[in-house]
Each structure stands twice: as structure tokens, then as C-alpha cells.
């Protein structure tokens, strides 16, 4: 190298490089800059701005601050890798298709198309969740597929379906928020979880809101609540029930509302009468007196908006227990308007988008469904296939499970989870993931499932990789993604139309593009409940982003659903009788406690990134388990010591954290971190009958010190 090229070499190096992206985490997806900044020798500086788009209004949360930090650690994989006599060994790309051509095509010969389940997520793109589940349809014909999102949305989802014929996360734009007069946040820890969506609720509260929060734990959000209702976990089913007796009790029912948009309230009305506020109260473990007040809160206030989150979901019955909140809503005509409305808190940064395109064992793309005749012959002929190609309907992620220790599903491919963390019984899902023929994953990271794979695939970051999200709102935003990827990663949706054409079915793959991806699923999606057909790339630039439905490129939505009509069929709500359900294993005497698990501030999921960010890491680098400090000592429990919590299916070892805000009978432990510390060990597999959600909320437990007193710790 001459000098002038050394210096031109030089000035390549040094200088700044700006990336417009969107935080990864989540259902926010607030939009940030992030500035690269050369100097040459040393390492690259970062600075993070945040943008300013409708949801976040331009703020962020310490995630996004540091989400910069995992997608550029030299942690990420940044090559094809297999198991060759135990070790993970680097391969090429065309050796990676060509393990997984033969592997599949041997199993699908020998157990047949079924024996391979496809396991899926709700950080992909709607173009890769969209393709995924083509993917799993047309290139692998079986029909086992389904995804992470069955752990988050599925209670919501189908309470939305059913009480109001459509699934949105939130029935009003976030701007409705400080509308309204009364807000219920029921086992949603927004302060933590959205922080960014904070201020919608501060500013409700200076324009007079009364602020009702149901958790069985004091947290960030309930720090702004008026009401606190520390209810026993897994009883807000009955809770709710409560409530709905004192608005029929009061008479503060929008009777207009009831007669003309709704129907079940005369079976409503007789179930309410023959349930007893005393025994609620004792179910619930939330006095009468507060019951009232918070019922009398809401049924009084001019507008209201209930939210709900995987507090209330995440339950053996979350379906029914969302179903008894939205009674509340409908009993007192608090929808559709200005100010009042209803809002699953959607989790995952498109656990909107993620759960309407057909990652879902009984769904099509736009919310259409595998067993509905009409929907197959629509979504075949967008696909250029056959109806009769298009396998039925599979099963839920966690019997996914169940069936490969059934043998019935004989190799899994998983994209954009880490199901050895987020399934409950973790000691059975290892055993049942060790047992696979073959497993492959696709991740930027070993993460504690992609340690037990087969074959792994790196993938690119959100900061590489464009595409589409679908906020809690369903609103549809293009993240624009300019970094060039690392090493030999590819993007998602390019890695399914490699292997689809490996196993013949290219014709089917020939996308070039995650726009051109999209431009298909705006077909698949046309005429269904999620209609995406007038949503292009080019308006997404425009615009701050699209509300779906959108059946037309001239399609402008307020984002208000049900202003005057509900989605079902003859255009009304349905009301639901809802039984006070107990959670599906009681305490006793030798699990005396009630396990919850959930979140903190500076972690996402099951921490394969967030655990990756010095800065986040540095905040929150090991687990706990939350306890009240007379039930930690009544158990020789010592603040900040170890402590063995064990159920019936398995123990971890984690610290105890004093904490004088949450119920004596409860304690709880987040969820973002593995191994000894995966509170999934002792999770209880119980799923709802329903949705096929299990029952993360609540299972029983017992607590010891690690190291009696005395013996250090
Ligand atoms: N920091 C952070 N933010 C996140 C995530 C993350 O991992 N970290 N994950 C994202 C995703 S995918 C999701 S799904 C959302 C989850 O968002 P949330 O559902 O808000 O989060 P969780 O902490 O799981 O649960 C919320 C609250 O429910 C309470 N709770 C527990 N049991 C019960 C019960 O029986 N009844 C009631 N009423 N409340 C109960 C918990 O104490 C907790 O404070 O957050 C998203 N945002
Ligand atoms: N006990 C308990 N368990 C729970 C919950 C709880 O509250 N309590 N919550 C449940 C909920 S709500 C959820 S959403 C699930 C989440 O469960 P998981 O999906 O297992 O959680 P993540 O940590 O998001 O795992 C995502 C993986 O995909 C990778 N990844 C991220 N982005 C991409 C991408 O674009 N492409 C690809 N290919 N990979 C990517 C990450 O590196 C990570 O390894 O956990 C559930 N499990
Ligand atoms: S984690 Fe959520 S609130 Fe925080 S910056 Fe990311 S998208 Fe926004
Ligand atoms: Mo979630």
C-alpha cells in the first residue's frame, strides 16, 4: 500500500456512520438513531438518539439507550456451525442446506412430512414470521408449526376473537389515553415493560384520571395507581367478577349500549346474582370494601380503558379471566370512543404483526384460518398451490413439546426463540430437545437452545435487517435497517428461501427482497380480518406508519376500532359468563408459597441479548426471588442470600430480595436468565383449554435458604 492509499484506507475507518433503526424489544418499537463514530484505532464510539415517531413521541428506555450494545458485542455468530462428534464445528452455508436437505428428506421418508415441527418467534419481521409459516407449509408440508407468541398473546388473541370477532392489542390510538377518566391496568406493568408509554398515563392523571392497578406486587406502575388491588395470583378472573357484580348491583350499566351492540348480558346478569362479594373477597384476597371502590370508580367515569396484560393472561384460565375484564367494558359501554376502550398490552416488538400471518399452528395469513375451506382455497391461490397441498392444523409450542417426546416430532427448526428458557417444565423440554434426530436453530447468539442444536444459522440483528412491525397498536412500521451484517449472517427471510429451494419448492421462494416479501403477504393478507393490501413500503416511508385494516392504498384509519360495529358477523359483542377459576395447583403444606414470574426494567425475555449489554448486565446480573420479609423469616431466609426454590417439577437456586410490597403468600421471580437460574424449571405445564396458554402466573413452591444461618451465604 503507497501512502495515498494508506490514507485513503484511513479516512475509511475513521469518520461516523449513522443507522436509522427501531428498538428490537418491545411492542413499542420506539425509532432511534444510532451514530457509529470512527477514530481510527481504537474501538468505535456509539452514540443512541432517540426519534421521534407517534407512539414513543421520541423517547426511550434504557433498553433501547443500550441496544446497540448486543447486535455489535463479538459475541454475535458470525458463520454456519454443525455438531461433528460433539463439538460445534464451522461449516460453509451450502454444506449448512445441505445437512438439513438430507436430514429432512430422510425423516420426511421415514416417519413422513410431520415428523419436522417449526418453532417460531415474535421478533421476526412480519415478512419472516409471513414466510416462516409458508415455509413450514409449502417448502417442509408439515403442520407443525408454532411460536413463542403462544406464551404472550394467545389468552388476549382469542378473548379479542371471541368477545369482539377481531384481535387487535389496543382498540384506541395511545392518544386516546389521556381521554380517559378512569384506567384499569390489570397485571400489565407498564412502568417496566413500555416505559416509554409511561407518560400517556402521567398525563391521564393530570387531566383527572383515577388510576386502578391490579398486581399482586407493587412495582413501577403501581407507583402512579390510586387503587391498588393486590389480588392473589391467578384469582382475576374472580376479581373481575366481583367488580361486575357492583356495577349491576349500582345500576351504572350503559343499558342503550347493552341492548344494542352486545349480546349474553341476561345470562350475565343471572350468574352475577348467584356469586357472593364475601367469597370473592376470600378467593381474591382484595376486601369487598376495595372491590366496590374500584367497580364504582369505573362504572362512574365519564370514559374508561381497561388494560390488560400477561399478569391477568398468563393463567390456566387467562382466556376466560380476559373475557371477565371486557364484561366490565361492555356493561358500561366503555369502547369505541374517545377515551375508552380496551388494550391487551402486546409484549414483543411485533407480537402484533407476529400472530396474524400464519406462524400460528391453526392460522393463515390475515388472521385466517387453516380449517376454514374459504380461507385455504384463498391463501392456495396466492400461493400457486393446490388447496388440498396445505396441511391441517398442528398443535400449540408447548405440545410441540409433548410431541417430541412422543417421537412424533422427530426434528425441529427454530427461528428467532429460545424455547429451553420460555417454555414452562424447562427439565422436560431439554430432555425432549436432547432427544430430537435434529435440531436446528437460527439466532444471532448461542443461546442456552441453540447449545443444544444440531446445526446453527446466524442471522442478522434488527440494526441489519429491514422489514416490517407491527406495534401494540397495529400500527405497521418499516424499520429501516442499513448496518451491513456480519461475518457470513444472513437475514431470516433469505435463510427460508435458501433452504426452500434446496428442498424444491424455489419457485414458490423467489423473493429478492423483504419488500418483495411483503408485496406477497399484502395479497395473502387481502380480504382478511388483517388486511394489510394497501399498506406498501413507499407509504410506510411517508407516513409515521399504517393501522391495519387497510384494504386500500387511499385507506386512512383513526386507529379507534368499534365505533359502531363490532367484527362478528351481526356486528355485536359477545358477553361471557365467566366461572371463578382457582389456578391449577393450590399450595399446601409442602408447597406453601404461590410462584409468579415476570419481568424487570432492564432485561427482555429470556435475556439472550439484554444478558449480552454490559450496561443492562452491569444493572441486573443475576435472578432473585421477590419475598416479603415475615415470610422470609419465618422460612431463615436472610435479605440478599441464596435460596433454593423448588416445585413439583424441578428447583433453581437464586437470591432473595426483601420486599415489603409484595402479598405474604406470593413470591416472584423474572424470567431472563437460564440454566440454574431458568425459573421454567419449576413452572407448571398446565395449559388453558382454550388458548393453550400456560399457567406462568401462578404454581406452588416452597423456599429455603441455601446455607441454613450459620453457614455463610
Ligand atoms: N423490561 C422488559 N420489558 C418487556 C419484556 C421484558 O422481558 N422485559 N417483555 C416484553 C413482552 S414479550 C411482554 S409479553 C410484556 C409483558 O409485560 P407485562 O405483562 O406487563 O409483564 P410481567 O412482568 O410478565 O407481568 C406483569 C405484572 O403481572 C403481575 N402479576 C403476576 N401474577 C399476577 C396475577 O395473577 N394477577 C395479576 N393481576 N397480576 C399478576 C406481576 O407482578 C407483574 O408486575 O413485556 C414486554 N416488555
Ligand atoms: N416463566 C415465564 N416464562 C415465560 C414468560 C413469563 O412471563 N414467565 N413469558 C413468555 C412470553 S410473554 C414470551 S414472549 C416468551 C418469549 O420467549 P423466547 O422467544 O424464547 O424469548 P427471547 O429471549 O425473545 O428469545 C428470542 C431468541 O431469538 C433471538 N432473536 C432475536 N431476534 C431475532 C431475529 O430477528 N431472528 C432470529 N432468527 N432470532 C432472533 C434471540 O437472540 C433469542 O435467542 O417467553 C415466555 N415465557
Ligand atoms: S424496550 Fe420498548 S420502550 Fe424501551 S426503547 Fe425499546 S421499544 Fe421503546
Ligand atoms: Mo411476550
Same mark, same amino acid.
Given at each position: 500500500m503507497n501512502r495515498n492509499e494508506r490514507s485513503i484506507a484511513a479516512q475509511a475507518v475513521r469518520g461516523e456512520s449513522v443507522f436509522d433503526t427501531q428498538c428490537p424489544f418491545c411492542s413499542v418499537q420506539c425509532k432511534m438513531q444510532v451514530i457509529e463514530h470512527r477514530t481510527g484505532t481504537e474501538r468505535p464510539t456509539y452514540t443512541v438518539i432517540p426519534k421521534p415517531n407517534a407512539a414513543s413521541e421520541g423517547r426511550l428506555c434504557i433498553k433501547g439507550m443500550n441496544a446497540y450494545q448486543h447486535a455489535l458485542t463479538a459475541e454475535r455468530i458470525l458463520h454456519p456451525m454443525a455438531r461433528i462428534d460433539g463439538e460445534l464445528v464451522r461449516i460453509s452455508w451450502e454444506e449448512a442446506y445441505e445437512r438439513i436437505r438430507h436430514k429432512f428428506t430422510e425423516l420426511r421418508g421415514r416417519y413422513g412430512y410431520d415428523s419436522i415441527g417449526v418453532y417460531g418467534g415474535g421478533s421476526l419481521t412480519n415478512e419472516s414470521a409471513y414466510l416462516l409459516g409458508k415455509f413450514a407449509r409449502i417448502a417442509l408440508g408439515t403442520k407443525y408449526i408454532d411460536y413463542n407468541g403462544r406464551f404472550c398473546m394467545s389468552a388476549a388473541a382469542s378473548a379479542g376473537n371471541k368477545t369482539f370477532g377481531m384481535d387487535r392489542?389496543?382498540?384506541? !390510538? %395511545?392518544?386516546?389515553? !389521556? %381521554?380517559?377518566?378512569c384506567i384499569i391496568l390489570a397485571g400489565t406493568n407498564i412502568a417496566e415493560c413500555q416505559p416509554t408509554l409511561m407518560p400517556y398515563f402521567t398525563r391521564a392523571k393530570e387531566n383527572g384520571a383515577f388510576v386502578i392497578v391490579i398486581d399482586p406486587r407493587e412495582t413501577g406502575t403501581t407507583a402512579i395507581a390510586d387503587l391498588h388491588l393486590k389480588v392473589k395470583p391467578g384469582m382475576d378472573a374472580a376479581l373481575a367478577n366481583g367488580m361486575q357484580k357492583v356495577l349491576l348491583e349500582e345500576g351504572l350499566l350503559d343499558k342503550g349500549f347493552l341492548a344494542n351492540r352486545t349480546v349474553g348480558f341476561e345470562k350475565l346478569k343471572a350468574h352475577l346474582r348467584q356469586l357472593n362479594l364475601d367469597e370473592i373477597a376470600g378467593l381474591t384476597g382484595v376486601s369487598e370494601e376495595l372491590i366496590r371502590k374500584a367497580a364504582i370508580a369505573y362504572g362512574k367515569a365519564a370514559t374508561g380503558m381497561v388494560f390488560t396484560a400477561r399478569g391477568v393472561e398468563q393463567q390456566t384460565d387467562g382466556y376466560m379471566a380476559v373475557r371477565s375484564f371486557l364484561n366490565l367494558v361492555l356493561m358500561t359501554g366503555k369502547i369505541g370512543k374517545p377515551g375508552s376502550g380496551y388494550g391487551a398490552v402486546t409484549g414483543q416488538g411485533n407480537g402484533q404483526g407476529g400472530r396474524e400471518h400464519g406462524q400460528k399452528a391453526d392460522q393463515l395469513p390475515g388472521y385466517r384460518m387453516i380449517d376454514n375451506p374459504a380461507d385455504r382455497a384463498y391463501v392456495a391461490g396466492v400461493w400457486g398451490i393446490d388447496p388440498s397441498e396445505l396441511p391441517g392444523k398442528g398443535v400449540s409450542a408447548y405440545e410441540m413439546m409433548e410431541k417430541i417426546h412422543e417421537e412424533e416430532i422427530r426434528a425441529l427448526f427454530v427461528m428467532g426463540s429460545n424455547p429451553l428458557v420460555s417454555n414452562p417444565n424447562a427439565n422436560f423440554v431439554e430432555e425432549g430437545l436432547r432427544k430430537l434426530d435434529y435440531l436446528i436453530v437460527a439466532d444471532m447468539f448461542l443461546s442456552e437452545t441453540a447449545r443444544l442444536a444440531d446445526l446453527i444459522l446466524p442471522v442478522s440483528a434488527y440494526i441489519e435487517n429491514e422489514g416490517t412491525l407491527t406495534n401494540m397498536e397495529g400500527r405497521v412500521l418499516l424499520r429501516e435497517a442499513n448496518r451491513l451484517v456480519p461475518g457470513e449472517a444472513k437475514h431470516d427471510w433469505q435463510i427460508l428461501c435458501d433452504i426452500a429451494g434446496k428442498m424444491g419448492k424455489g419457485e414458490h421462494f423467489a423473493f429478492r427482497s423483504a419488500e418483495s416479501v411483503f408485496n406477497e403477504l399484502r395479497l395473502a393478507s387481502k380480504g382478511g380480518i388483517a388486511d394489510y393490501y394497501g399498506i406498501t413500503y413507499d407509504r410506510l416511508r411517508k407516513e409515521e406508519g399504517v393501522y391495519w385494516p387497510c384494504p386500500s392504498a387511499s385507506h386512512d384509519s383513526?386507529?379507534?376500532?368499534?365505533?359502531?360495529?363490532?367484527?362478528h358477523p351481526g356486528g355485536k359483542a359477545d358477553i361471557a359468563s365467566v366461572a371463578n377459576h382457582l389456578p391449577d395447583e393450590p399450595t399446601d403444606g409442602e408447597y406453601p408459597l404461590t410462584l409468579t414470574t415476570g419481568r424487570v426494567l432492564t432485561h427482555y425475555l429470556t435475556g439472550v441479548q439484554t444478558r449480552r449489554s454490559h450496561s443492562l448486565a452491569a444493572r441486573d446480573f443475576e435472578s432473585f426471588v421477590e419475598i416479603h420479609p415475615r415470610t422470609a423469616r419465618k422460612l431463615g431466609i436472610k435479605d440478599q442470600s441464596l435460596v433454593r426454590l423448588r416445585s413439583r417439577r424441578g428447583d433453581i437456586v437464586v437470591r432473595s430480595r426483601y420486599s415489603a410490597g409484595i402479598r405474604e403468600d406470593a413470591v416472584f421471580v423474572p424470567m431472563h436468565w437460564g440454566d440454574v437460574q431458568n425459573v421454567n424449571k419449576v413452572t407448571n405445564p398446565a395449559l388453558d383449554p382454550t388458548c393453550r396458554m400456560p399457567g406462568f402466573k401462578s404454581c406452588a413452591v416452597n423456599v429455603l435458604p441455601l446455607y441454613p444461618v450459620g453457614q455463610g451465604g
Open positions: 392489542g389496543l382498540t384506541n !390510538p %395511545l392518544s386516546d389515553i !389521556p %381521554l380517559a377518566k383513526s386507529g379507534r376500532l368499534f365505533e359502531t360495529t363490532f367484527a
